[in-house]
């Protein structure tokens, strides 16, 4: 394929300053890519406020500077600029120079952070810093995340002429077999809700199987109840709160048994929600607080403290729950936009977690919601979802970061009562799906603990 056909730049009012060649070279080493140009630090000036109100929140960005020795070189990032104060963890940035034929392109060392996402200016590394103290000019702080050479890279002049930000925004390939199958029809909708209605436990001491969700704030976990119940309802329902905020919006433990309809029986499932995780110490859900909800000793409508873990009384903590009162499944729920954002302490809080339900047996499977708001194919099509590339990397991102098999990661779109006016076949196909292989999964703990129970 000619390089020319593998990059196309949109302009809007702005005008590049990458020359055709230039613009085909540094295709060539982001692939199937189109560029939109955000920031010209020239017209939009050099201050860290005027960067951040243009390319904060983009997605994947191209940093292009240009200096007094007509060299063109820059930065790739592949995590949003959001001003979160983190150390982002970005395996695909890279460092290049296009003065050559062959361009120069530097990867981020192993294991090193790729950027600090502060309010600053632009840098990689903390070691290379673009429109430093709002300055045209570049500077270079030294250090352990990018091996280069000054000159090199940029000639070894630190004064710019230009500065420019190109939103990367991957042409994605549709695969030629889709990577899990799934029948996108009413039937199949039908057979899952009736496979799900008489999923009862074989254990005849548990009534119904217990479904814990949890994740980071405003992932949807509550969302994803709501879903399944407006599924069954036939109509949107929204008895769990939930939206977006800072802080979570689910303060208590709460367990949602679910009808077969207004009025319906009970289905054989109750799904419990929790308080989010937040990687700050003495936000959010504590660890202490999980461990006592797998256990049953956690009633619905507990209030969750977060500087003060559940103490069970003396009467309750000395006889064991029953099985009917445990947890059957865990699930962790993550939002598919910010995967690549995750924090390391949240990453350890979710391992830790991880550990302490292994420990005990329990089943677990990773829900990953907003595939829609990840993937423009998919929030055309959600057809598309397993034959979008896109998505499966993002599924095998999941399964790395969490060490949970690819085949435990299931992706979904909650329903949203802000957005959402009816219910949608290929919606429930997916939501329905999860719920199943939840059912299963709790099936398969209670078969392994309680093996000789008729």
Known sequence: MNKKTLGKLSMDSLNSTLTEEERNQLCGLLGNVELALLYKASVHGYQASAFHQRCDRQGPTLLVAYNHSDYVFGGYTSVDYAQSGQYITDKEAFLFSVQDEVPLCIKVNSGSHARLDDAGGPNFGQQLYFCYNNQPVIYNQGGNAFSFDSDALYGDITELIECEVYKVKHILQVMEKPWRNVLWTADQRAELMEKIRNQKPLVMSVSRFRILMIGPVGVGKSSFFNSIN????????????????????????RTYPVKDGRGGKPLPFVLCDTM??????????????????????????????????????????SRPASLQEKIHCVVYVI?????????????????????????????????????????????????????????KSKVQEVSSRLGVPVSCVLPVKNYSQELELELELNCDVLLLTALQQMLNFADDYLDDVCPMED
Do not use: W
């Open 230 to 253: 407006s599924i069954f309802m036939g109509r949107m329902t929204s008895k769990a709160m939930s939206g977006s905020a800072g802080t979570s919006l689910t303060t208590q433990f």
């Open 276 to 317: 989010g995780l937040e990687e700050q110490s003495g936000a959010g859900l504590d660890i202490e607080d999980i461990s006592s909800i797998l256990q049953g000793h956690i009633s619905d409508r507990y209030k969750f403290n977060p500087m003060a873990p559940f103490q069970p009384d003396e009467q309750k903590a």
């Open 335 to 391: 939002d598919a936009t910010k995967i690549s954002l995750m924090s390391d302490k949240l990453q350890e809080k979710l391992a830790s977690i991880r550990k302490k339900v292994n420990s005990m047996g329990i089943a677990q499977i990773v829900l990953m919601t907003k595939v829609d708001e990840a993937c423009p194919r998919v929030e055309e099509n959600l057809q598309s979802l397993y034959v979008s590339s896109y998505i």
